[in-house]
């Protein structure tokens, strides 16, 4: 649903995998990095800024967190 978005609005173009016939290949437009290049550095300057709210060490346990939850959702959706 978010890449028929992102493709309707020429940010994204899919192809078929050639290395799976079942799957898809999504790739940014030149419109779409164009984007990106535009808000990307707004939302590191939020996340930086919601960051600093935790200490060093908290930040440090939230990125483990983060991985071993991202880790999970990646072995779960095989």
């Not at 978005?5 to 799957?23: F, I, M, S, W």
């Not at 779409?32 to 919601?50: F, Y």
Request: avoid cysteine; aromatic fraction near 0%.
């Amino acid at each position: 649903m978010v890449a028929n978005k992102l493709e309707n609005r020429g940010l994204v173009t899919r192809q078929a995998n050639p290395g799976d016939g079942r799957g898809k290949l999504v790739a940014l437009t030149d419109a779409g990095r164009a984007l990106i290049e535009t808000v990307l550095p707004h939302h590191l300057e939020t996340e930086l800024g919601i960051i600093a709210a935790l200490s060093a060490e908290e930040q440090t346990v939230l990125a483990d967190l983060l991985q071993r939850l991202s880790t999970a959702a990646s072995i779960g959706m095989r």
